[in-house]
């Protein structure tokens, strides 16, 4: 049985997602004019996104960064024309030390549904690591990408993961779905491997 305490801190996580998602409506216009930074998006949308997901994005515990379980723009190598090449995914969402997933943020001026160059950096970034699964965002779109095969550019929609093709006033009503998947406990246990072989096998079918 879920205790009174995690009751409320989950109705008050998702009264909190309600408010930003509001926030971004508000301010949707300005958001998605083109000099708007990326930046401001992260800051102001989905670090506390994240957040909400129980993750540690600000270090607030303060721990050494070999131990911080969000990374921010980490140096990585990903394989480009025959040779390795530096990237920096957006966010590295990490347990224990180990690399569980990664995020790729583009402003909303982006169409990250129409912008191959964007989804396919976002699933070789994912790729390279060997993780199972990217998420692509502009907080006004939520994407999930199986990152499992090597991307191609001209296939842009291999792996969509449909459950989670979400617009921002969705997140609301499926902030459940959210959590059981992305958030930080859930994901220590182990629901990435879940959603793959429900994915592949969904595929497969």
């Known amino acids: 049985m879920v205790r009174t305490g995690e009751e409320s801190m989950a109705k008050e996580?998702?009264?909190?997602?309600?408010?930003?998602?509001?926030?971004?409506?508000?301010?949707?216009?300005?958001?998605?004019?083109?000099?708007?930074?990326?930046?401001t998006l992260r800051v102001q949308y989905l670090d506390p996104l994240?957040?909400?997901?129980?993750?540690?994005?600000?270090?607030?515990?303060?721990v050494p960064l070999a131990e911080q379980e969000v990374i921010i723009e980490p140096s990585i190598e990903v394989a480009d024309k025959d040779k390795l090449r530096p990237r920096r995914p957006d966010y590295l969402f990490r347990i224990g030390?180990?690399?569980?997933?990664?995020?790729?943020?583009?402003?909303?001026?982006?169409?990250?549904?129409?912008?191959?160059?964007?989804?396919?950096?976002?699933?070789?970034?994912?790729?390279?690591?060997?993780?199972?699964f990217v998420i692509l965002t502009d907080f006004e779109q939520f994407r999930v990408y199986d990152a499992g095969y090597s991307p191609d550019i001209d296939s842009p929609a291999h792996g969509l993961v449909p459950d989670f093709k979400l617009s921002y006033a969705d997140y609301p009503t499926q902030w459940d779905a959210l959590v059981a998947?992305?958030?930080?406990?859930?994901?220590?246990?182990g629901s990435l491997d879940r959603l793959r072989a429900k994915f592949r096998k969904t595929r497969a079918g």
């Not at 180990?98 to 129409?114: F, G, M, V, Y």
């Not at 998947?181 to 246990?189: E, I, K, Y």
Request: aromatic share 6%; net charge neutral; proline share 4%.
């Open 97 to 132: 030390k180990q690399n569980q997933l990664t995020c790729e943020a583009k402003k909303p001026s982006i169409d990250i549904d129409k912008d191959k160059e964007a989804i396919f950096q976002a699933k070789r970034d994912a790729n390279s690591l060997g993780l199972p």
């Open 13 to 39: 996580a998702l009264e909190e997602i309600k408010s930003l998602v509001e926030r971004f409506a508000a301010n949707a216009a300005q958001l998605r004019a083109p000099q708007t930074k990326e930046a």
């Open 181 to 189: 998947t992305f958030g930080r406990d859930a994901v220590a246990n």
């Open 50 to 62: 994240f957040k909400l997901l129980g993750w540690d994005v600000s270090n607030d515990a303060g």
